[in-house]
């Protein structure tokens, strides 16, 4: 069983800054892409950021410069550090992992549960 346990959300105002922390669990192989996704009411799920297993990191145009991710591979975990929020950020946040697991030849994505991320105008 794997499991990505988000945590970090929040009520924040305009302006101000959220850290989200995805840890992953169970029996890993190798985690490849790790990233974050958001989806706001009446929206698609869209990509935030995503970094690869080389170090390689991808943005939305819309956070370049306002979110950093980054990730600590010896914990599993990845962050996403969100700077002068906008209300237009307000969603629900996912972590994502592609991952393979123990015993198993391919790599699957797995989804958190989400958090919610509210700014306020």
């Known amino acids: 069983q794997v499991q990505l346990v988000e945590s970090g959300g929040g009520l924040v105002q305009a302006g101000g800054s959220l850290r989200l922390s995805c840890a992953v669990s169970?029996?890993?192989?190798?985690?490849?892409?790790m990233g974050w996704y958001r989806q706001a009411p009446g929206k698609q799920r869209e990509l935030v950021a995503l970094?690869?297993?080389?170090?390689?990191?991808n943005y939305a145009d819309s956070v370049k410069g306002r979110f950093t991710i980054s990730r600590d591979n010896a914990k599993n975990t990845v962050f996403l550090q969100m700077n002068s929020l906008k209300p237009e950020d307000t969603a629900v946040y996912y972590c994502?992992?592609?991952?393979?697991?123990?015993?198993?030849?391919?790599?699957?994505?797995?989804w958190g549960q989400g958090t919610q991320v509210t700014v306020s105008s």
């Open positions: 970094s690869g297993s080389g170090g390689s990191t």
């Open positions: 994502n992992a592609n991952l393979r697991r123990t015993g198993e030849i391919i790599s699957r994505d797995y």
């Open positions: 169970g029996r890993i192989f190798r985690i490849n892409a």
